[in-house]
C-alpha cells in the first residue's frame, strides 16, 4: 500500500494552497475530493458550450506584484502564471439610484457627491484616512508570513518595529470593521454600502466583519490605480494553477472520492477510509472541510476533545443560485458585475433583498457559445436553509417554492436588460439543497458566523497533534484571501516554521 506524507480531505482552494505547498516542499500529497469537479465552492462546469461559475466572481489583487493577497503570493511561490484581464466597474442598483461604478479613490467620491452632498464626501474622506494606516500596516506584515499560532519571540522583535509608527492602529484592528464606520461615517447610504461590502466578503454584518480584511479590501479597491481582474476562462484557470503546482511536483488528487472516515492510531491520526472501502495511509492529515462536516470524519472518543462543539456554532445563511445562457444580439455595454438591493430598511441579512450577478463572457467571450452570453447569479449567504431542509426536490413543493424564492433574479435582471425572460436560452436555479449537494458545506451554509468583534476563527491546529484544519471555518476566516492563507499555515505546521520562511524568502516575504 502507498503511504504519503500528507492526505488532504477536500480540494477546496485552502486545501489546494496547502498540497501544492507541500508538493514543492517534497512532500508526498494526496488530495482526496468528494465531488467530481475541483475547487470546493470555486469550481465551475461546462453546458451547451458555457462555462458556468458556481462561486466567486470579484477577483484582485493575484497578477500584480506586490500584493497582500495570500493567493496572489501563493501563486507566485509556485511559478504558476495566470491570464487575467483587468477591468474596473460594475454597476449598481440601490434605493438610492441605478449607475455605473469604477472602482478606485475618485470615481466613488464623485458618486457620493452626486447622491449625497459635500457633507457625505468629507465623511468619506475622514474614514479613508483612517484605514489607510491600517492598509499599511497589514501591507507591511503580511498575512502569510505570521500565523497567530506560530509566532515566537523573533517574530515579535521583527513585528514590533513594524508596528512601532504605527502602534496606536493595533487595537483598531482587533475590533469588528463597524467600530471605524461609527467613528466616521453618519450617512445612511456609506453606512450601508460598507455594510453590503463587509456582507460580501464575510457573510457577517460590518460590526462582526474582521477589521484586518477590510482594510485590505479597502487598499485594493478605493486606491487610485485601483483595478479588478478577472481570471481568462473563469475561477476553473486560478484551481487549475494550483492543481498544476501541486502536480508538477509529484502530488496527487483523485475525484468522486468521498472520505467516510479519518483513521486514528494510538492517538494520531494513521489515514482515511473513502465510502468505496479503499484505505490511504498517510503521516499527517489535513482536512479541508467546514467544522461541522469535520467532526463527523472523527470518531466519537475524540471528538469530545474539540471545545466548541460543532453543533454550538453558529451558521452563515445559504444562497439561492441562477444559472443562465441566453442571447447578446444587440446589448452593448453590459456590466461584467452588478449588485442590486431592493431595500436597505430591510436589512442586508435579509432574505431575497440582495442579488449578485456576474457575466464573464462580457470580459472572455470563449465562456459562452458565440452570440451568447453566460450568467451566474446568486443571494449572498442570506438563504434560510430552514425552509428548505425537510423537502424534496423530485416533488412539486420543492420545485414551485424554488422557482418562487428565485424570481428575485429575473426582477432584478429587468433592471440591466428588459428583455432577458425573451433572451433566455438555459435557466438553472439552484436553492440552498443544490448548494449543499455540490459544495458539501453544512446546510448549504457560507461558514461559521464567528464575529470578529468577539475574537478570532480557531487556528489551523486540533487536540491531535498530526491532524489539521484549513479553509473557511479557521482562521482567518470566509473568503479567498482567507482560505488561502489557512492552506499555507496548516503547511507550515507540517514542514516547519523555518522550512516554511526559506521558501517564503524566494518571494521577499
Known amino acids: 500500500m502507498i503511504k ?16 501544492s505547498i507541500l508538493a514543492l516542499l517534497g512532500k508526498k500529497v494526496l488530495i ?10 470555486a469550481h465551475s462546469f461546462k453546458m451547451k458550450g458555457y462555462t458556468f461559475e458556481s462561486g466567486p466572481s470579484l477577483w484582485s489583487g493575484i497578477g500584480k506584484w506586490p500584493t497582500t493577497n495570500p ?23 440601490v434605493p438610492e439610484g441605478n449607475f455605473n461604478l469604477d472602482v478606485g479613490k475618485e ?30 500596516l497589514i501591507s507591511d506584515i503580511p498575512l502569510l508570513s505570521f500565523s497567530p499560532e506560530s ?58 466583519t474582521n477589521t484586518a480584511a477590510m482594510a485590505t479590501l479597502f487598499n485594493e479597491w478605493f486606491e487610485a490605480e485601483s483595478y479588478l481582474e478577472y481570471p481568462k476562462g473563469g475561477s476553473e484557470s486560478i484551481v487549475k494553477a494550483l492543481i498544476n503546482g501541486l502536480k508538477k511536483n509529484g502530488g496527487e488528487l483523485i475525484l468522486s472520492s468521498k472520505v467516510k472516515t479519518i483513521n486514528f492510531k494510538n492517538n494520531l491520526s494513521t489515514g482515511i477510509t473513502l465510502e468505496n472501502g479503499i484505505t490511504f495511509n498517510s503521516e499527517f492529515v489535513v482536512m479541508n472541510t467546514d467544522a461541522w462536516n469535520s467532526r ?58 440582495i442579488a449578485v450577478f456576474s457575466i464573464p463572457s462580457v470580459l472572455d467571450k470563449e465562456m459562452a457559445p458565440k ?61 440552498p439543497l443544490t448548494h449543499k449537494k455540490f459544495t458539501n458545506t453544512y446546510c448549504g451554509s ?27 471555518s479557521t482562521f482567518p476566516g470566509i473568503g479567498i484571501p482567507a482560505v488561502s492563507a489557512s492552506g499555507a499555515y496548516a503547511a507550515e505546521k507540517i514542514i516547519g516554521k523555518k522550512a516554511f520562511k526559506t521558501i517564503l524568502k524566494k518571494i521577499e516575504l
Not at 441562477?322 to 455595454?333: A, P, T
Not at 429587468?414 to 425572460?421: G, L, N, V
Not at 480557531?458 to 473557511?472: E, Q
Open 4 to 19: 504519503y506524507d500528507v492526505i488532504i480531505v477536500g480540494s477546496g482552494i485552502g486545501g489546494l494552497c496547502c498540497g
Open 32 to 41: 482526496s475530493e468528494a465531488h467530481s469537479q475541483p475547487g470546493g465552492v
Open 71 to 93: 493567493l496572489g503570493q501563493i501563486l507566485k511561490l509556485l511559478e504558476e502564471d495566470v491570464e487575467l484581464i483587468k477591468y474596473k466597474g460594475w454597476q449598481v442598483i
Open 107 to 136: 470615481p466613488f467620491k464623485q458618486r457620493i457627491q452626486l447622491l449625497r452632498g459635500e457633507k457625505s464626501v468629507k465623511e468619506w474622506e475622514s474614514f479613508i484616512a483612517e484605514i489607510k494606516p491600517l492598509s499599511k
Open 151 to 208: 509566532i515566537n519571540f523573533s517574530d515579535i522583535i521583527n513585528l514590533s518595529s513594524k508596528f512601532l509608527s504605527n502602534i496606536n492602529q493595533l487595537p483598531k484592528i482587533n475590533k469588528g470593521f463597524g467600530h471605524l464606520v461609527d467613528n466616521h461615517l453618519e450617512d445612511t447610504f456609506l453606512r450601508n454600502w460598507v455594510n453590503l461590502l463587509s456582507f460580501l466578503i464575510s457573510g457577517m454584518p460590518m460590526h462582526e
Open 296 to 353: 463527523k470524519l472523527i470518531p466519537n472518543e475524540i471528538c469530545k476533545r474539540w471545545k466548541p462543539k460543532a453543533l454550538d456554532i453558529n451558521k452563515c445563511d445559504s444562497f439561492l443560485h441562477i444559472h443562465l445562457g441566453f442571447d447578446s444580439d444587440g446589448l452593448e455595454d453590459l456590466p461584467i458585475h452588478s449588485i442590486y438591493v431592493d431595500n436597505w430598511e430591510k436589512g442586508i441579512t435579509a432574505a431575497r433583498n
Open 371 to 431: 452570440g451568447k452570453h453566460v450568467l451566474h447569479g446568486y443571494t449572498p449567504a442570506n438563504e434560510p436553509w430552514e425552509i428548505w431542509e425537510k423537502l424534496d426536490p423530485k416533488e412539486s413543493t420543492y420545485k414551485n417554492l424554488k422557482e418562487e424564492r428565485c424570481s428575485i433574479f429575473l426582477h432584478a435582471l429587468r433592471k440591466i436588460i428588459p428583455d432577458i425572460d425573451q433572451r433566455i436560452d438555459i435557466k438553472m436555479l439552484g436553492t
Open 446 to 472: 457560507y461558514g461559521p458566523a464567528l464575529s470578529a468583534a468577539e475574537g478570532l476563527f480557531p487556528g489551523c491546529k486540533t487536540p491531535i497533534k498530526n491532524l489539521f484544519a484549513c479553509g473557511a
